[in-house]
Structure formats: C-alpha cells, structure tokens
C-alpha cells in the first residue's frame, strides 16, 4: 500500500502528464495578463474568508483544482496595472530554470551537491563584480535574500574593520554603524541582531529630498566616538525603499575611507541599474564600496529570492563565519569552491541557474532594457504627477518609486491622510490597480513601484483618474 503510494508521488508518466497541462495554464495566464484580457489585477478577498476557503479546501478540495485556485487567489504581478510593492514580474525562463532547481535539488553547501550551480554562481558573481567596477581580488556570492546579504556584509564589515573579535569573543565593546533614517528596516533589524543595541546604530537625518544629508556625518560620527561608541561601517541607500531616493555614494565612499570604515552598499533595489547607462549615474561612487547587495528578484526579473553579495576584497567573504580566527589564510585558498562556508544558509536553492540563463538567453541588454525602461517611466509618471494640481508628489522619483498623495482645496492634512488610506482601500479591493501606501514625516502618501515593463503611461493616467473618482465618492 505504501509503497503504491509512493509509486505514485514519484510517477514520471503523471509528472509528465501534469507539467505540460500546468505548462500551458500558466502560458494563458501569462497572455491573459500581460495583454489585458484579464480586468483584475487581484481579486480582493479578506484574510478571514481566504483562511476559511484554504482550510476548507484541504478537507473538501479537488486536487487537481489546485493550481487553478491558486491562481485565482493570488495577485497577479504581470499584469500592466500591477504597480504596488518591488517584486518583479519574472521573466518566464527563469520559472522554468526554478522548476529544475526544485526537481535536481542541489544544495550547494558543499561543491559535490552541485557542481554546476557553484560554478555557474561562481561565473555569475564575477561578471557582477566586473560590471560594479570592483577590481580583480573581488568576488562574491548569491545568498536568499537582501535581508540575509545586508546582515552578511554587516557581519563580514565587523569582523574585517572593528578593534574587537565579537564572534569569538561575544559582545564586548560598544560598535556602531551610521546610516540614513531612511534606509530599509532590515538594516536595523541587522544591527540588533549583531548585538549593536539602539545606540549602535546611528542615524543620520535625511535632508528635504529625502537623502542621507551628508553634512552631518562629521558631526555624528565625532559624537559617537566621544560617547564611546566604535563606528566600524556606513551603509548607502541606492536607493532608499520608500521613496526611492539615492542617497550619495561617492560622499560616503570618501567619508568612509577618510575614517577607514567598511562602505556598505545596499542596492537590493536599483544595483541593477549598473547595466543602465541611462541612469548608472544614481549610482555614481558605487566601486568605492566595499561590499553591495543586488537583489534578483527586485529590478532583475527572477523569482524569489536570490540576491547577490559582493566583496571588493574578495578574501574578507571567507572570514565572515569561520569559526578560528587563523581560518582566514588557512583553508580558504585550499576550498574556496565549497560555498556553503561564506554564506549565512547551509543548503539553498539553484538559484545562480536565473542569473545565468537571462544572461546567456537574452544578454546584458536585457537588463539594461528593464531597468530603463520603468526608470523612465517613474520620471514620466513624476511628470502626470507635477501638471496635475489635485496630485502632489513627495519628492521628484529618481527611479520607478514614486510616492504621491491625492490633495484639495480647503482641506486639511489629517483629512487628506484619512482620504487616500481610503481611496488606497478602496482601489485594492476593487481590484483594477493595485498600488501601495507609506507614511513620510508623519503624512500619508500613495506609493506606487513601477515593475511591469508592459505598463504605459496610458495606465498611469487611467490610474490617477481612477483616484480622483475613488476620492470624490469617499466622505470623511
Ligand atoms: C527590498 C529591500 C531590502 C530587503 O530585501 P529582501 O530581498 O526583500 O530581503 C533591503 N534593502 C532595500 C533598499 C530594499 O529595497
């Protein structure tokens, strides 16, 4: 019996049989979304209904329903009008690369449980590394996600910079890093982790737009020295998560050499923009960092999660978690291939197969081609934006990132916030758009993250009038 069972599971004929039908459901949904034939982006449904149908389907389910209730409960990120949170909307091969990591397997902590992927990870890295603008000792990793990479680098900067031997020796000296108010709270989170408490990381205002103002950073940095506190690292925003505002690289590139701290680079969102001529100027100072995170699933069209982490000093990637101090220039030359050793996971997916099949597929182009073009059209956008007197924006975009509130004559502040959390509402469960929010100094804007190439500014337009509809029937 259960060996019929398991017969079954691993039947190549039904594998077969089901991947092509599955294979050309997602090809229509593909069509139906990218081209429009679908009105709705997501088909808005609450937490607890959706908790009552999933229980329910466990019990009383078809399970060859599966596939095709998942995809209708689920948001759909090809879609044109689908300009809400940075996940990219992947590029089709690589579900099909990930449909080979999930078969094969290959956990890759150690080069005999994946040869290929390794190397290929291997290949991948050092071409990012090239296009960087790092030099010839630099290497790096892919690791599952800007989060892990960003308390990676963190972890590699204090062991290569700070005075003291925390991961030996445990916490004993107050360190500290500096970085913009603005920066993503996994920076924080990261921190915290390390042990650095709320006085280890130091904050720095940012200015009017929004950027880390660097003007501070003498001032700040002679304050925390005086109150005991080792700095061992800047981190720079490129850009900042909500309002997408770079913060100025080469300034804290030259600040961080000046006081020889590690310069962090966290670039999960628009790192990729290296392969944009158009706007690899956001991004100017970018090789004087001495690690940067590239997240693949953000602006490089892969599925979650893979991120890249490179090291400029390709050798401080191997001191990161070793666990002997004189590990360094010991064993690393002799295995340097085994990569379960310098990431923070032991086994993780395939996921260098993504990097390298756009690459070899489609060439740099491609990335260039998509980086540019929703950079462009988050200018645009910022341009409907500023001829339109019922809309405001934050902060002119200097990527797809545009935060934007809808306003009035005659009404207040507080009355506005309340008005576009409730036109935000409104449009989410309705279902046509599907854009997000976040509150800046205290006021509460509508966010939207231009990912989908296919959008146009014909959507954008339709979006703001469907605003102004949503916000003329809402009463405070
Ligand atoms: C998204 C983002 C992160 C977090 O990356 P994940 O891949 O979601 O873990 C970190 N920093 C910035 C600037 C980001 O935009």
């Not at 940075?86 to 005999?112: C, D, I, K, R, W």
């Not at 100027?281 to 940067?292: Q, R």
Request: proline share 4%; with cysteine; hydrophobic share 40%.
């Amino acid at each position: 019996m259960k060996y019929t069972i398991l017969e079954k599971a691993y039947s190549p004929g039904d594998f077969r049989k089901r991947g092509h039908k599955l294979i050309d459901e997602l090809a229509d949904h593909l069509d139906r979304t990218l081209h429009e034939k679908s009105e709705k982006v997501i088909e808005w449904n609450p937490p607890e209904k959706e908790q009552i149908f999933w229980k329910d389907f466990l019990k009383n389910g078809d399970a060859e329903q599966f596939f095709p209730e998942v995809l209708k409960h689920t948001i759909h990120l090809h879609h044109p009008r689908y300009m809400g949170h940075q996940a990219s909307p992947t590029a089709p091969l690589t579900a099909l690369s990930s449909m080979v990591s999930a078969l094969f397997n290959n956990g890759m902590a150690v080069y005999e449980m994946g040869m290929a992927p390794t190397m290929i990870e291997e290949a991948v890295t050092g071409f990012l590394c090239e296009k960087v603008g790092y030099g010839p000792n630099a290497n790096g990793f892919l690791t599952s996600g800007g989060t892990l990479a960003n308390l990676t680098a963190l972890l590699a900067a204090r062991r290569a910079t700070a005075s003291y031997d925390v991961w030996n020796k445990g916490n004993g000296k107050a360190l500290g890093i500096m970085v913009s108010e603005e920066a993503h709270y996994c920076v924080d989170r990261a921190a915290k982790i390390m042990g650095l408490g709320e006085q280890g990381v130091i904050k720095i205002p940012t200015t009017e737009d929004f950027k880390m103002d660097t003007t501070l950073l003498e001032t700040y940095y002679e304050r925390a020295s005086k109150n005991g506190i080792e700095v061992f690292a800047v981190v720079g925003s490129a850009p900042s998560t909500a309002t997408g505002i770079h913060d100025d690289l080469e300034v804290l590139g030259n600040f961080s050499k000046k006081h020889k701290l590690w310069f962090h680079v966290d670039g999960a969102h628009g790192g990729a923009a290296i392969f944009s001529p158009k706007y690899r100027h956001t991004l100017k100072g970018v090789e004087m960092g001495d690690s940067i995170v590239i997240d693949g699933h953000k602006m490089m069209m892969m599925p979650m999660i893979t991120t890249a982490l490179l090291f400029k000093e390709g050798v401080n990637s191997y001191a990161t978690f070793s666990q002997k101090a004189d590990y360094l220039l010991g064993q690393t030359q002799q295995d340097w291939f085994n990569s379960g050793k310098r990431t923070f996971e032991c086994t993780k997916t395939m996921m260098s197969m993504n990097w390298y099949l756009l690459l070899k597929s489609y060439g740099e182009e491609l990335f260039d081609a998509y980086v540019t073009t929703l950079y462009d059209l988050g200018h645009q956008f910022g341009g409907l934006i500023n001829e339109d007197a019922q809309f405001e924006l934050a902060v002119n975009p200097m990527s797809n990132i545009v935060c934007f509130r809808y306003i009035e004559p005659g009404k207040d502040n507080t009355t506005l916030d309340r008005c576009n959390e409730a036109v935000r509402q409104a449009l989410l469960e309705e279902g046509e758009f599907y854009i997000v929010q976040t509150k800046l100094r205290q006021r509460h804007y509508l966010r939207v993250t231009l990912m989908n190439p296919f959008t146009t500014t014909t959507h954008l337009q339709q979006l703001l009038s469907k605003i102004k509809e949503k916000a003329s029937e809402w009463t405070p």
